[in-house]
């Protein structure tokens, strides 16, 4: 009789493990993925950081009919020079591949354009230079 005790014991803790794991897993399952961001610096031919500068991202997929999804977007930089742009949904979940996306700037008579390459849920950079 004393055996069977033995082995019930062994059976309940065996459930209650699984069950940690299993909510373990779970949990896990259910983290927030990093999000995909987009921070542009824009400097003059001198090197200076440009601050209140105008800054616009335009994008447009190559194939519209199975890819709907453009980017037209803007911002003025800080007073560091840097604009940041939140570019998480424009991804979907499992979406591979990079984006490339046109960055335009403006500052009272000074323009200038980059191309940018956004990998998802990366902080992405580029130096946007106004001329």
């Given at each position: 009789m004393q055996m069977y005790k033995k082995i019930k014991l062994f059976v309940k803790a065996?459930?209650?493990?699984?069950?940690c794991c299993a909510f373990l897993l779970a949990l896990m399952a259910c983290k927030e993925a990093p999000p995909t961001t987009l921070e542009?610096?824009?400097?003059n031919a001198n090197g200076t950081q440009m601050a209140n500068a105008k800054v616009w991202l335009v994008a447009e997929p190559?194939?519209?009919a199975h890819n709907a999804i453009a980017?037209?977007?803007s911002t003025t930089s800080d007073l560091n020079g840097?604009?940041?742009f939140d570019l998480s949904d424009f991804y979907q979940p499992g979406q591979l591949g990079v984006?490339?996306?046109k960055v335009k700037g403006f500052y009272f008579g000074l323009t200038g354009e980059s191309i940018a390459e956004i990998i998802e849920q990366q902080r992405n950079k580029v130096l946007?230079?106004?001329e």
């Open positions: 065996s459930k209650a493990i699984m069950m542009v610096l824009v400097v190559t194939d519209t980017v037209n977007d840097k604009a940041y984006m490339q996306i946007l230079l106004l």
